[in-house]
């Protein structure tokens, strides 16, 4: 449909409840479809479904997800762990990612994307977004006022958060309320959040640009984002996805892509991060094709708020004795 000049497509789900078997009475039947619509909204975009027991039961384990979810948010046992991100040249630290960590109480045997999926689809992600974000921008002053003053900290938005009319006045309270200046703080998006403001002429994305702060485009060469609308776009960075990463080594088509994919970028004025970096081939081959920055297990697993410090000490001996 066609909005101001805009425009948009839509996609519809279907829950199905049918009379008797499902319920004989509309306030039953409309509670089992409700349940058979929140199966379809799970899986791929345009399904039906039609109510039974399994569906049935699955909603509840949702509801008891979310009640944990709920219960975690209010109780404060989030927790955030910090990835760091280094120079693909010297290996210095530039800067390190905020990473959700869930407690033990809410994982269970319940997958990471099943968690933030369920976190979008109730809306409880904004409220453990802004979570994230007070966070980790409180953390960051910590470490600029332990002498870290050039330390920078990447956080990501989930689309709900990044489709708020007021997403970029948060960000600077949050900011303002941190003390953090807004040049050391990376925004990580995803292509399709990239493509979805591309329809707006990127009114969001030049928003939180005007606020000082830094725009990467995470897991890049996923999804459904183009090279113009990158090019027009006002992001400074982008991602490589840790699926192209890994790929290259064994892979001279892959090897390829991600070297295309830095050379562009390049072209652009991009910076470009490499994510899931883990072998000492992956460092080299990332380093010889020009890439700006490299993150993954070979430097550091994700760590806890107290070993950060200590690991920047500890990079920071390394390089000056390299």
């Not at 975009?45 to 948010?73: M, W, Y």
């Not at 693909?88 to 800067?95: D, K, N």
Request: with cysteine; proline share 3%; aromatic share 6%.
């Amino acid at each position: 449909m066609d909005i101001d000049g805009t425009a948009y497509g839509l996609q519809a789900c279907g829950g199905i409840g049918l009379f008797p078997q499902d319920g004989a009475d509309a306030g039953t039947l409309f509670a089992n479809s409700l349940a058979a619509i929140e199966e379809a909204r799970a899986g791929q975009p345009g399904n039906i479904c039609f109510h039974s027991g399994t569906v049935k039961l699955h909603t509840l384990q949702r509801q008891d997800l979310e009640a944990e979810l709920k219960t975690a948010l209010e109780r404060g046992l989030l927790g955030l762990n910090y990835l760091p991100i280094v120079d693909a040249t010297t290996h210095e630290v530039r800067s390190v990612e905020a990473l959700l960590r869930w407690p033990d109480s809410v994982m269970g045997s319940h997958s990471t994307s099943k968690i933030i999926g369920l976190a979008e689809r109730t809306g409880l992600i904004v409220p453990i977004g802004e979570w994230v974000l007070r966070e980790s921008f409180g953390q960051l002053r910590g470490w600029h006022d332990a002498g870290w003053s050039e330390l920078r900290i990447a956080v990501n938005l989930s689309m709900q958060e990044f489709s708020r009319p007021d997403i970029a006045a948060r960000l600077a309270a949050l900011m303002l309320e941190a003390g953090v200046q807004p040049e050391y703080v990376d925004l990580e998006i995803t292509e399709k959040m990239l493509a979805r403001d591309a329809l707006t002429r990127f009114q969001v994305l030049d928003a939180l640009k005007a606020l000082g702060i830094g725009l990467h485009v995470d897991d890049y060469g996923t999804a459904a984002c183009s090279l113009a609308q990158v090019s027009h776009s006002p992001i400074d960075a982008i991602k490589l996805d840790n699926s192209l990463v890994t790929a290259a080594e064994n892979c001279a088509q892959d090897n390829a892509a991600c070297r295309a994919a830095i050379a562009s970028a390049h072209a652009l004025g991009l910076a470009v991060v490499a994510e899931g970096v883990a072998t000492e081939w992956q460092v080299n081959a990332l380093s010889d094709a020009g890439c700006d920055m490299l993150q993954g297990f070979y430097f550091a697993e994700p760590l806890a708020t107290p070993d950060v410090q200590s690991y920047l000490e500890k990079a920071s001996r390394g390089v000056k004795d390299g």
